[in-house]
Antibody, heavy 118, light 111 residues
Framework: EVQLVQSGAEVRKPGESLKISCKVSGYSFTTYWIAWVRQMPGKGLEWMAIINPGDSDTTYSPSFQGQVTISADKSINTAYLQWSSLKASDTAMYYC???????????WGQGTLVTVSS | QSALTQPPSASGSPGQSVTISCTGTSSDVGTYNYVSWYQHHPGKAPKLLIYGVTKRPSGVPDRFSGSKSGNTASLTVSGLQAEDEADYYCSAYAGANNPYVFGTGTKVTVL
């Protein structure tokens, strides 16, 4: 069974750093790209970035380039999304998802709620 | 790249059909046959309903169907059921450097 299990909810202050994770199981981690998607409170889905866990090749949405960093550790089948300096506007639910084809995500994690507040 | 345009809301009674539109441009929906649809119940992970404009993943009921004409894609939910009440998002491919453009989302209410 394909599963993407994300790390738990986080509360941070503005300016702090954060790294959240997405551990996959049930398939070969290096075969499919992993996408990160943001949903701000009351808003829609936004694509942030994708990574090929096999070679760590990445593509960032222009909206998120330079704002976040994604990475993957194929030794432990885990993808990461990190911030070096959080802002209040980073408060959102973040989902990882397996990119099943050219443009669709066929399996999703349960989401990680990130709250940034002073 | 702007978000694809969806109606904010749609509704229907149990058993009826509802169709949600997703309007893009000639750079995304109009060029590539890579439109997907997701169902999202608040607090849960989004679920893939349709990919490649018309294809259904295993386990998705055939009550859900997709189509496309020009720059507009559509999702039809036939035989509405109470559990279909959710947010629905379309997504389209817009090139290797922009693999996803999401729609603005549509809240479907089952009356």
């Amino acid at each position: 069974e394909v599963q993407l299990v994300q790390s738990g909810a986080e509360v941070r202050k503005p300016g702090e750093s954060l790294k959240i994770s997405c551990k996959v199981s049930g398939y070969s981690f290096t075969t499919y790209w992993i996408a990160w998607v943001r949903q701000m409170p009351g808003k829609g889905l936004e694509w942030m970035a994708i990574i090929n866990p096999g070679d760590s090749d990445t593509t960032y949405s222009p909206s998120f380039q330079g704002q976040v960093t994604i990475s993957a550790d194929k030794s432990i089948n885990t993808a990461y999304l990190q911030w070096s300096s959080l802002k209040a506007s980073d408060t959102a639910m973040y989902y990882c998802a397996r990119r099943g084809g050219t443009s669709h995500n066929d399996y999703w994690g349960q989401g990680t709620l990130v709250t940034v507040s002073s | 790249q702007s978000a694809l345009t969806q109606p904010p809301s749609a509704s229907g009674s149990p058993g009826q059909s509802v169709t949600i539109s997703c309007t893009g441009t000639s750079s995304d929906v109009g060029t590539y046959n890579y439109v997907s649809w997701y169902q999202h119940h608040p607090g849960k992970a989004p679920k893939l309903l349709i990919y490649g404009v018309t294809k259904r993943p295993s386990g998705v009921p055939d009550r859900f169907s997709g189509s496309k004409s020009g720059n507009t894609a559509s999702l039809t939910v036939s035989g509405l059921q109470a559990e279909d009440e959710a947010d629905y998002y379309c997504s389209a491919y817009a090139g290797a450097n922009n693999p996803y453009v999401f729609g603005t989302g549509t809240k479907v209410t089952v009356l």
